[in-house]
């Protein structure tokens, strides 16, 4: 299990550097939009905000 772990690990790092700014650059911005809209529509923040906080 650790092996695996390691040589994804590995990969993943390698295929990062091999990749393009601009491609990085969109990729994160996807996370982050992705991430944003997840958190957005769950009922927790929804709670957050009537309890007026």
Same mark, same amino acid.
């Given at each position: 299990m650790y092996l695996h !772990? =390691? =040589?994804?690990a590995l990969v993943i790092g390698w295929v990062h550097l091999r #990749? &393009? +700014?601009l491609l990085? /650059? +969109?990729i994160m911005f996807l !996370?982050? +939009?992705s991430v /944003? !809209? #997840?958190l957005s529509?769950?009922?927790v923040v929804?709670?957050?905000y009537e *309890? &007026? *906080?």
């Open positions: !772990s =390691a =040589a994804i #990749v &393009g +700014f990085k /650059l +969109f !996370s982050i +939009f /944003l !809209s #997840v529509q769950h009922p929804e709670i957050y *309890n &007026g *906080n």
